[in-house]
C-alpha cells in the first residue's frame, strides 16, 4: 500500500485503468473459453423457461427476460438448460456449445459455429441458386431435401403467387428437416429474394422515392417492408441498389437513388437502417430482432458508369468506364451505409457488379482487368482493407459460366478459387445441382491447397463461412426459425401498409411544366372536367411474359372516370391484325377508331400517358464483338429521344474506353516468325442508329396535341429523356419513375395530382438532357454534368427542379441537395 502511495496521481489513474484491463480481458477470457458448459437436467433448480405447442404444430420456448426459442418436437432436436434458461442443443452433444447461447453476441457465436462444419458443408453454404424442390404446404420433395443434405442454407423464397400460409408450412417444413440431420450441426435456412411485388406492399421503386428528396420516406418504406417479409419467414434482401446513375443511357436506373451522391447516400442510409432494424410500436430502434432484414448493398463499387450505357448483364456492357476520374464517388453510397445512425451500426452484406473498371487512359482500375468478383483490389484491398468492411459478400449471379469478364482462360474449379482468394464468401446463382455443385466446389478448394497451403485456404474458408454465418444469427432464426402461418397470411400486403406507399408514390411526382396553372387546386364543389383519354397501341410481345397486340385507353377508364367526364377512342368491330393462335384476327393500329376532331375539341383537356423511350438493341454473349454463335456483333448507340437517332456528331468517341483484349498474331518486323499480342477492341458505335421500341408514344402526343385544346401529358420515366421533342406543344407533364424491374406508378396516382386533389411535390433526381449531343459529350462516371432542356416557359429540368401550385418549389431539400456534387477520394488509412 505504501508502495502504491508514492505514485503520483497521473500513475495510480494508469495502474487502475490497467487493472481494470487486465480483470476484463480475464473476465472476457473466461467467459468466451468456460465452453462448452455442463448442463443442468432439464426442469431442475429455479427454472426460468417455458414452452407450449403453437397453433402451428411447432414449440415455443419463452427465456424469462431472454431471449424467444423456436424448434419442432418430432425432428430429434433437444433442449438443454444452464443457469435455469432454455436454450437448443444444436450439435446434439448434451453441452452448451457458445453459438448455442443466446447471451452472446452474434459475432462471437458465428465465429464459433464454424469449427463445427466441415470444408464440403461449408462448400454447401456457399451455393445461392434460384428455386431448387417444388414449393407445397404438404411435405418436402427429394430436390430440396437433397440440397439441404449437402448444406445449403441460404434458399430462394417461394414466388409472389404462393400464399402466405404455404410460404409458413413449407418454411417451417424446412427447418424441421434440418433440425432432423443429426449428422451436420443445425443451421436453420435463411430465405432470400430480390425487390418484390404482389405478394407484399405497393411502394414506389428506389428512383421514385429519390424524387421525394426525403430520406424519411424511404426509412418508413424498410420499417413497414422488413415486417411484411419476416412474416413471410424472407430475411436477406438482395438489394438495396445504391448505384450512382451517372450515365443516363443505363437500364439499371430505377432501381438507384439518382445521380447525385448526396442524395444517394442519405437515401440508401435511411433504407438500409430501417429494413435492418427492428422498432418498437413507438419507433423506438430496438437494433436487430424479428423484423429485420440483412441487406445486401450493391453493386459494389458502383455499376453506374457504364460505357454508352450498356447494362452488365451481358457481354456488349462489361466495361465501366471512369474519364473524369470519378471511380471513389461511385462509392460513397456504399460507404455510407458502412455508418448507419441505428443500432444495427453497419450493412451486413454486399452484391458485386459484374463489370470490368477502365480509367480514362485504358488501364484497368486497381491494374485488374476482371469482372470485380475476380478482383482482389477492388474487394480485398478497397473494401475490406481501406473501408475495413468484413460484411458477406453475395458474387452476382451467373460470374462463373456466363460472365466471367477478364477471366475467360479459367476452369469454373479455378473461377470459384479466384472468387474466394479475391475476398468474396458466396457464388451467385451457383448450385443448381448439389452434388455436382459442391464436387466442383471442392476441386476450388483442392486447388486452393495446392496453391497457397492448407492453412491459408482453410483460413479463407472458415472466414468466408463465419461471415454468411452472422447473417444467420444476427436476425435470430438460429434460436427460432419457425413462424405463424397467421401472421404469414395477414401481415404482408395489408391495407395500411399499401396506403403508406400511395402515400410514398404522390410524394414522387414531379411535376415538370404547368403551363396557365392548368394542374391547380381542386375547387369544392366544381363541375368534373371533361377530357380526352387516347387509346394506345401495343405490339405483341414473345418470350417469356408474351402477350398478344392490345390497344386500350392509356388510363383505365373506371379509375379516370372517378375524376373526369371521359371521352375516349373506339375499336373497330373487325380486326385487321395477324392471326393469333386460334386463327382469330388480332388488333392493329388501323383498328383504332380515334374520337373526331370536335369532340376532342370540345373537351377540358386531353390526357395522355407515354413511356420514356425504350431502346431494342440487341445484346450478346460472347467474346471480342463476336457472338456465342460466331457473328459479329454491332455495337448501336442508345438514345434517350423518340426520333431515329444516328450517332455521328463530334462527341461521339471513335474508338472506346472498354473492350475486351483479343489476341492477335502480327509478323516480327525482323523476319523472325510471328508474334501473339493483344489488341484492344473497339467498341465505338459512331455512325450507328439506335433503335427504339416505342415511337409511336411521340405520335400519341403530337397527334393528340394537334387536335386538342390543351393537353397534359404524364410520363413513366425509366432514364432520363430528350422533352424538346414535344414539351413546347403541351401544356402540362408529370413525371413518374419506374421501368426496367420495378412497376410504373398506378393510374390513381397520376390523376390525384392532374385533378387537384394532391399538390405536387417531387423534383428531379437526375437531370433531362438538352439533346443527344450532351448525351455523348457528358462523361459516364460524372454526376449532373450534361446541358439540360429548358421549356417553353423558361425553366431548366436540372437535378432538384420541380413545381407545385405556386410555381418552382424552393425548400429545405432543394437548400440542402442543389448545391455541386460531392466528390469522392480514397479513404484514409483504417
Known amino acids: 500500500m505504501k508502495a502504491f502511495q508514492k505514485i503520483t496521481t497521473t500513475g495510480k489513474i494508469l495502474a487502475i485503468l490497467l487493472l481494470l484491463a487486465s480483470v476484463t480481458a480475464l473476465f472476457t477470457t473466461c467467459k468466451t473459453k468456460d465452453y462448452p458448459r455442463k448442463p443442468q437436467r432439464l426442469g431442475s433448480g429455479k427454472v426460468k423457461w417455458t414452452e407450449s405447442i403453437t397453433p402451428d404444430g411447432w414449440v415455443l420456448v419463452t427465456n424469462e427476460g431472454g431471449t424467444t426459442l423456436g424448434y419442432s418436437n418430432k425432428s430429434g432436436l433437444k433442449l438443454i438448460q444452464s443457469d435455469g434458461y432454455a436454450f437448443k442443443d444444436l450439435n446434439r452433444n448434451n453441452m452448451l456449445d457458445i453459438f448455442e447461447d443466446w447471451r452472446v453476441d452474434y459475432n462471437t457465436r458465428a465465429a464459433a459455429m464454424v469449427d463445427e462444419i466441415p470444408v464440403e458443408q461449408m462448400m454447401g453454404m456457399k451455393m445461392n441458386p434460384f428455386g431448387i424442390g417444388s414449393v407445397n404446404a404438404d411435405a418436402l420433395d427429394d430436390a430440396i431435401k437433397n440440397a439441404l443434405k449437402f448444406g445449403y442454407r441460404q434458399l430462394r423464397a417461394p414466388g409472389s403467387n404462393t400464399s402466405g400460409k404455404v410460404k409458413a408450412s413449407w418454411n417451417n417444413m424446412v427447418q424441421e428437416y434440418i433440425e432432423s440431420l443429426d449428422s451436420v450441426v443445425c443451421i436453420p435456412a435463411v430465405w432470400i429474394a430480390d425487390p418484390r411485388s404482389g405478394d407484399v406492399s405497393e411502394w414506389p421503386c428506389n428512383l421514385a422515392m429519390a424524387a421525394t428528396f426525403d430520406p424519411e420516406v424511404g426509412a418508413e418504406y424498410g420499417r413497414l417492408m422488413s415486417e411484411e417479409w419476416r412474416a413471410m419467414g424472407i430475411s436477406m434482401q438482395v438489394a438495396t441498389q445504391m448505384d450512382l446513375a451517372t450515365e443516363p443511357r443505363w437500364k439499371r436506373i430505377s432501381g438507384t437513388f439518382g445521380e447525385d451522391p448526396a442524395l444517394s447516400m442519405d437515401m440508401a442510409r435511411a433504407v438500409i437502417n430501417a429494413w435492418q432494424s427492428t422498432y418498437d410500436k413507438d419507433g423506438n430502434d430496438l437494433g436487430w430482432g424479428e423484423h429485420s432484414v440483412n441487406n445486401q448493398m450493391k453493386h459494389f463499387p458502383g455499376d453506374g458508369a457504364a460505357e454508352g450505357g450498356r447494362e452488365s448483364h451481358t457481354r456488349d456492357g462489361a466495361y465501366n468506364v471512369f474519364p473524369g476520374g470519378q471511380f471513389w464517388t461511385h462509392i460513397l453510397p456504399f460507404a455510407a451505409c458502412m455508418d448507419l445512425p441505428g443500432k444495427t451500426k453497419c450493412v451486413t452484406a454486399a452484391m458485386t457488379n459484374f463489370s470490368v473498371g477502365i480509367e480514362a487512359d485504358g488501364s484497368p482500375v486497381g491494374g485488374e482487368r476482371v469482372a470485380t468478383s475476380y478482383s482482389s483490389y477492388k474487394i480485398n484491398t478497397v473494401l475490406r482493407g481501406m473501408y475495413g468492411w468484413d460484411g458477406y459478400i453475395l458474387t452476382d449471379f451467373g460470374i462463373i459460366t456466363g460472365k466471367n469478364y477478364g477471366v475467360e482462360n479459367l476452369t469454373p474449379a479455378e473461377c470459384m478459387l479466384a472468387i474466394l482468394e479475391a475476398g468474396c464468401d458466396a457464388f451467385g446463382g451457383e448450385g443448381r445441382n448439389p452434388q455436382e455443385s459442391v464436387n466442383l466446389a471442392m476441386e476450388a478448394y483442392k486447388l486452393g491447397v495446392a496453391k497457397l497451403g492448407e492453412e491459408a485456404m482453410n483460413k479463407i474458408m472458415r472466414k468466408s463461412t463465419e461471415r454468411i454465418l452472422r447473417t444467420h444469427f444476427n436476425i435470430g432464426i438460429v434460436d427460432n426459425p419457425y413462424l405463424s402461418l397467421e401472421k404469414a397470411e395477414t401481415v404482408p400486403n395489408n391495407a395500411e401498409h399499401n396506403e403508406r406507399g400511395f402515400q410514398a408514390m404522390l410524394k414522387s411526382i414531379v411535376m415538370l411544366k404547368n403551363k396557365g396553372s392548368i394542374i391547380h387546386r381542386a375547387v369544392e364543389g366544381s363541375a368534373k372536367p371533361t377530357v380526352y383519354i387516347p387509346m394506345v397501341y401495343s405490339e405483341a410481345t414473345s418470350g417469356r411474359g408474351a402477350r398478344p397486340a392490345s390497344a386500350t385507353p392509356v388510363f383505365n377508364l373506371e379509375t379516370a372516370s372517378e375524376y373526369f367526364n371521359v371521352v375516349t377512342d373506339e375499336i373497330a368491330k373487325k380486326l385487321t391484325g395477324p392471326p393469333d393462335e386460334n386463327g382469330n384476327r388480332t388488333v392493329s393500329p388501323k383498328d383504332i ?168 411535390s417531387g423534383l428531379l433526381p437526375l437531370q433531362m438532357p438538352a439533346n443527344m449531343e450532351t448525351v455523348e459529350a457528358q462523361f459516364e462516371d460524372v454526376p449532373r454534368d450534361m446541358k439540360c432542356h429548358v421549356d417553353s416557359e423558361g425553366n431548366t429540368y436540372d437535378f432538384a427542379f420541380g413545381l407545385n401550385w405556386s410555381g418552382v418549389i424552393k425548400d429545405g431539400r432543394t437548400a440542402k441537395y442543389n448545391v455541386p456534387p460531392i466528390t469522392g477520394k480514397p479513404p484514409e488509412k483504417n
Not at 725 to 741: N, P
Open 593 to 760: 377508331i380515334r374520337a373526331s376532331a370536335e369532340k376532342i375539341a370540345q373537351c377540358d383537356f386531353a390526357l395522355v400517358r407515354i413511356t420514356s423511350p425504350q431502346n431494342g438493341n440487341p445484346t450478346y454473349m460472347g467474346f471480342g464483338g463476336i457472338t456465342t454463335e460466331g457473328k459479329k456483333y454491332t455495337y448501336l448507340p442508345i438514345s434517350l429521344q423518340y426520333r431515329p437517332y444516328t450517332a455521328n456528331s463530334e462527341f461521339v468517341r471513335k474508338e472506346s474506353i472498354g473492350g475486351d483484349m483479343i489476341e492477335v498474331t502480327e509478323t516480327s518486323p525482323e523476319g523472325y516468325g510471328d508474334l501473339k499480342t493483344k489488341v484492344k477492341e473497339n467498341r465505338s458505335y459512331f455512325g450507328q442508329t439506335a433503335i427504339i421500341r416505342n415511337a409511336r408514344d411521340l405520335d400519341l402526343v403530337l397527334n393528340t396535341a394537334s387536335s386538342a385544346k390543351k393537353v397534359i401529358v404524364a410520363v413513366d420515366a425509366s432514364n432520363p429523356m430528350v422533352f424538346n421533342e414535344f414539351e413546347s406543344k403541351v401544356d402540362a407533364i408529370l413525371v413518374g419513375f419506374g421501368g426496367d424491374r420495378s412497376a410504373f406508378l398506378p393510374d390513381k396516382a397520376f390523376l390525384e395530382i392532374i385533378s387537384g386533389r394532391v399538390e405536387p
